[in-house]
């Protein structure tokens, strides 16, 4: 287990970039459609809202390439806020149809309660 893709690029998931990478593992961080603007600052060499250059293990992902982004990776961590969590859930589940079923029980639970 080497690869993780973090979802969210605001202050929670990129913060956890940070201990991850001191532990040794890439990082994909993907943004979502409101952390454009931080990936292409990030890509740039600065996160805006940390005030400080990421580390050198991480990549990133702009909202459109999500399935490039969980592309071969290990563990997909979720740091986006509650009144976000559902719609990027819902693209994730979209770009693993078929191949992870612990999400798609989670999904058909979270539409039919």
């Known amino acids: ?24 593992f890439d990082i994909n961080l993907w943004g979502t459609w409101l ?11 600065y996160h805006p809202k940390l005030k400080k250059k990421m580390p050198d293990r991480v990549s990133f ?15 997909i961590f979720v740091g986006v806020t509650s009144n ?13 149809y078929g191949i992870t079923f612990a999400f798609s029980c989670v999904y058909y639970l979270m539409n039919h309660m």
């Open 1 to 24: 287990m080497n690869k993780i893709a973090v979802l969210g690029a605001g202050y929670m998931g990129s913060a956890i970039t940070f201990p991850l990478s001191d532990n040794g």
């Open 35 to 45: 952390d454009d603007e931080i990936i292409k600052s990030c890509i740039n060499g």
């Open 61 to 75: 992902f702009y909202s459109d390439d999500l399935k490039e982004a969980i592309k071969d990776v290990d563990i």
């Open 84 to 96: 976000g969590f559902l719609d990027v859930f819902k693209k994730l589940i979209d770009c693993t």
